[in-house]
Structure formats: C-alpha cells, structure tokens
C-alpha cells in the first residue's frame, strides 16, 4: 500500500484533473476536533489552485486496514460501500430531491481498490460544521434534527422505487447476511456473550441476556428475521452515531446536520436506522420523556418529503408498519449496540473484537465497566417498559 504522503498527492492529481486545475500546491491543515474514524486515517488538506489562488477545502480518509489483517473483511465491504453511496446513489438521491446537499458533502473521488482504498469529501468544517463535543450524548434538539435528516435520506430510496429508477446493482450494498458476512456474525455473537452473557451473569438482567443468546444458535436466523419480515427496505446509513453527524450552530442551537461515514450502509428496514439512534445516542432519562416524540417526529418527516414528490406514505410505508419495524429490529439492534459500545467506551478495540476471547478485566477498566453495565442495564429498562421487547 502507498504511504499516506503519496496517495494523497496521488489522488490530488486526480482531483486537480477533475476540477481543471493545472497547477497546484497542497497543505495539511489541522483536525478541527477530534473526530473518530475506526476504518480509516482522516487528513485535512487544502487543495491550493496556484493560477486563481482558489482553495478547496478537502477531507481525505484513506484505508488504515494494511496494518491490521484481522479487519480486512471489514474494510473492503467498508469501502465498496461507501465508494457507491457517493459515486452512484447521491447523484441518483440528488436528481430527485430537494436541498439534498445539506447532509451529502460533495465527493471529488472514491476509489475503493484493495491497494488504493480513499475517499476525498468537501470539508464541511469550513462551511461551519462541527461534532458535538458536549459529552458522551445527544439532547432532544440535536436527535430531532438527526431523525429528520434521516428520514430525508430513506424517503429517497422510497422515492426511486416508486418512479421505478432502479439503481445499479451492486451486491456490496445487499442486506447483510451470515453466507456474505460470516466474520460479522461471528463477532457480534462472541461480543454478546463475552460483554452480555457473561457481564451480566448474577444480575437483574442474566436471563435477558440468556434468553437473547440462545436465539443466536442459528446466526443466519437471528440476522435475517429483520430483514426478510421487514415491510420494507431501504438505503439506510447503517452506523447511526453521534460521531457521524456534524452540526451547524446558531447561538448555540442546532440547526443543520451532514451525515457522514456511510461504510455500513446497506439496504434495510428504515426502523433500524432509527431505533439504533435511540439506543445508542441519548441518556435513558431524555429517551423515556421523549421516545414516543421522536418516532413521530422521524415518520412526520418521512410523510413530508414522500408527499413533496406526488407519493402517498400510507401506500408505501405506513406508520403503523413503522412501528411494527421498530419492534422487529430491536434484537439485532441491541447485539450491535453489546458491539458498539465495548468499542466506543475502550473495553476493546477493533482488532480485539475481532476476537473477543477472554474475559473482561474488571479490574483494570472498572470505571468503564461499570458504565457499560449501566447504560446497557438502562437500555433494557427502557425498550421493555416501551413494550418493544418482551424478552
């Protein structure tokens, strides 16, 4: 693999040849924040054009998986997704809506060969974007105008298929299942019992936890309930986090938001998007007010951008099938979530939950156990209080 040095002014090249730039410099610039990327290296740059002394603020993520055999499965799907959401579906999402470039940074290139793996993006810092950077969860405001974005973005594939525009094929962005993934569900079902099952053991929740588990003896069964008794599906993000959002502020208010990072993106039932927000973003006491109001405020969204383009929501996806989703996806979503957050609070890393033998050091990470235990513990309080799981 290039060094990150000479792919950049590789891909550079590519990017000057694109916009007609003859001649041009380029600079680092610093990270505005510190943003999380866990399958890539992240590189400000300033593409400075040296006859108008224009310059195009670029983010460029290139792949850091070289080094790290064991995520290679990883980050090839990773790639190959995110290389077609902005190269085929964007431009498709762009020709039917409106206002769409809010949340799709523009692309200046994708290349998602093994060897070459990068993706050059608009800096949406430079346009006043910023991450949260206010603790470890998001408030009302900002998940209102997350569940409104996200709307926008599966209204769109809602949209194609009703005006029958069929993107390309591409099996990458198929629903995910064990015969194409089976290192994904490998490592979710050794993370659920090593960071559940096992975590837990002695608890209020043990038999939660027990009982969720033994659904697992048929992996492929588990993963595809949600997919295959879904009522619809749809190009969803995939990894809906409060580190893949930027925001734009006024007086301290949200009121914009760019989506990024869609490397999990696949076809899926909207629900899915959504209730892995719900989990895995906000602290219980705001998710218990307020739950009812942000499905609502997602599906309120989802009839407005569906009735701007001539379709009638209640044909194609009704609330009521919405709801019933939410319930169906609850599952899946909480065993990415066991996942998500033994990586995000530094119980593991990526390469380490590729194989989650062993078992937790108590010991040595008690602060952040304890925490994982408390909010997943407030989890299944919530969603079982909710009615949306019985287990």
């Known amino acids: 693999m290039n060094s990150p040095s000479v792919l950049i002014e590789k891909v550079l090249t590519r990017v000057a040849k694109k916009l007609n730039i003859e001649k041009w410099r380029y600079e680092l610039e610093n990270m505005s924040g510190n943003m999380v990327n866990y399958m890539g290296n992240l590189f400000p740059v300033a593409l400075i054009d040296k006859t108008s002394d224009v310059t195009i603020y670029l983010m460029i993520k290139t792949d850091s998986s070289a080094l790290v055999p064991a995520i290679e499965p990883f980050a090839n799907g990773a790639y ?51 991450r949260h950077n206010k603790g470890r969860f998001l408030d009302k405001e900002h998940i209102i105008l997350i569940l409104e974005a996200v709307a926008k973005l599966h209204s769109f594939s809602l949209i194609l298929r009703e005006k029958n525009i069929e993107p390309p094929n591409n099996e990458v962005m198929e629903p995910f299942m064990t015969n194409k993934e089976p290192h994904y569900a490998y490592c979710l079902k050794r993370c659920f019992k090593k960071y ?79 209730l892995f927000l719900l989990i895995n973003s906000i602290e219980s006491s705001i998710r218990r007010e307020h739950y009812q109001t942000f499905l609502s405020t997602y599906y309120k969204a989802l009839k ?73 513990g407030d989890i299944i309080t919530d969603f079982r209080d909710f009615g949306t799981t019985s287990t």
């Open 196 to 274: 559940g099952v096992d975590l837990f053991e002695g608890t209020q929740f043990e038999n939660f936890f027990k009982n969720m588990y033994s659904s697992m003896d048929d992996m492929t069964q588990f993963i595809e309930n949600s997919v295959k008794n879904a009522h619809t599906l749809v190009y969803g993000h995939g990894d809906i986090w409060k580190e893949n959002f930027l925001f734009k502020y006024i007086d301290n208010k949200p009121v914009q938001v760019c989506l990024l990072d869609y490397q999990l993106t696949h076809l899926m039932t909207p629900a899915r998007d959504v």
């Open 80 to 130: 190959k997704r995110e290389d077609y959401v902005y190269t085929t579906l964007v431009p498709l999402f762009k020709k039917i809506a409106n206002n769409s470039d809010d949340f799709f940074p523009e692309c200046y290139f994708a290349d998602s060969s093994k060897d070459n793996r990068v993706l050059v993006l608009q800096n949406m810092s430079v346009f006043g974007f910023e």
């Open 304 to 376: 407005v951008s569906l009735k701007a383009n001539g379709i009638d929501p209640s044909t194609v996806y009704s609330e009521e099938k919405f709801r019933d989703d939410i319930k169906l996806v609850f599952p899946m979503c909480f065993c990415v979530t066991i996942f998500s957050f033994a990586l995000w609070l530094g119980l593991e890393n990526l390469i380490s939950l590729v194989d989650t033998a062993g078992s937790v050091n108590v010991d040595t990470q008690k602060d952040n156990v304890e925490l994982f235990i408390k909010i997943i």
